[in-house]
């Protein structure tokens, strides 16, 4: 059984890992064109929140402490972020085939902003996971 929570675990980091690092990244650095990184990004999120769901399922349910609530605030600020990327990049990213050059940059700087914002909520999310395991 521990072996199972070992793997869940190490999907848990390695996908959480590489959200908020693309993210990060794309926040940083304009120039990347963040439309081709939307399905890994979506794709990385949805792992780390099943991931985390049984995490919580096997380690924390029908407890509610500190931990549990330091937790709860790195989830939502997650559920947050997933919700940015979807609504600024995702759909100015569907709007960007057949755009002028002029909508463009615009829908490439919302894209950015919407990165800068998921970053930022990632970055909670990150620091809320680390301020849990001291309690």
């Known amino acids: 059984m521990q072996?199972?929570?070992i793997v869940i675990l190490g999907l848990h980091v390695l996908t959480g890992v590489f959200w908020a690092g693309m993210t990060i990244t794309l926040a940083r650095d304009p120039e990347i064109r963040a439309e081709r990184f939307f399905q890994?990004?979506?794709?990385?999120a949805?792992?780390?929140f099943i991931t985390g769901?049984?995490?919580w399922y096997f380690f924390h349910n029908g407890a509610f402490g500190d931990i549990e609530?330091?937790?709860s605030i790195g989830i939502v600020c997650a559920i947050a972020a997933a919700g940015v990327l979807g609504a600024m990049v995702g759909s100015a990213r569907r709007q960007?085939?057949?755009a002028?050059?002029?909508q463009e940059t615009a829908l490439r700087a919302r894209m950015s902003k919407g990165e800068r914002i998921a970053a930022g909520l990632l970055v909670v999310t990150v620091v809320c996971m680390?301020?849990?395991r001291l309690f």
């Open 3 to 5: 072996l199972i929570f």
């Open 40 to 44: 890994p990004q979506m794709g990385s």
């Open 46 to 48: 949805s792992v780390v």
């Open 53 to 55: 769901l049984l995490l």
């Open 69 to 71: 609530m330091v937790l």
């Open 96 to 98: 960007l085939q057949g």
């Open 100 to 102: 002028s050059a002029v």
């Open 130 to 132: 680390a301020i849990a």
